[in-house]
């Protein structure tokens, strides 16, 4: 698989990772988390170059993960938000984050902990089958191919559209 063809992938990891699969990608989605939105704020967080940044938030504004806000018009400046889209992206975000606090962890503890405004309590996240409730772990989940896989049809007539987009 080449990196510009994931996009087009039957596959939604794949496509998902087109998205938001790189190092800088991912620290900008957990500075929007932790509510940073102007530009200086999210460079001053990372220590990332402007033009860097600058590009990765075009995508995530292009991608429709952040919607991009004018805060001040003289000089023009803009605050970025998360779209639905992005705020989608939290158990993603919060799976990561709970990996690291187990596994990359050290003898100060986690750096940050995540507190439910309802109950008041601190938590870990945990993921849920959407149907019964109950937890879920790798061993307990089977696949089996989807309307979008190949070799289906579907997955045959969206081949192709994007050949014939790209001719």
Do not use: N
Request: charged fraction near 30%; include cysteine.
């Amino acid at each position: 698989m080449k990196w510009k063809e994931l996009e087009e992938e039957p596959c939604s990891m794949a496509r998902t990772i087109a998205v938001i699969g790189d190092r800088w990608t991912l620290l900008i989605l957990r500075e929007c988390f932790l509510r940073t939105r102007r530009f200086e704020g999210f460079q001053s967080a990372l220590g990332i170059t402007r033009h860097l940044l600058a590009e990765r938030l075009k995508k995530l504004v292009r991608q429709g993960i952040l919607r991009r806000i004018p805060y001040q018009d003289s000089p023009r400046r803009h605050e970025y938000i998360l779209t639905q889209k992005g705020l989608d992206l939290y158990p993603i975000m919060m799976a990561i984050v709970h990996w690291g606090d187990i596994h990359m962890g050290d003898e100060r503890g986690r750096p940050l902990l995540h507190q439910h405004r309802k109950c008041g309590k601190d938590f870990d996240p945990v993921m849920v089958c959407s149907e019964c409730g109950e937890p879920l772990s790798a061993k307990e989940v089977h696949t089996h191919p989807g309307p979008g896989a190949r070799g289906t049809q579907a997955h045959a007539a969206s081949k192709t559209k994007a050949r014939s987009r790209a001719a």
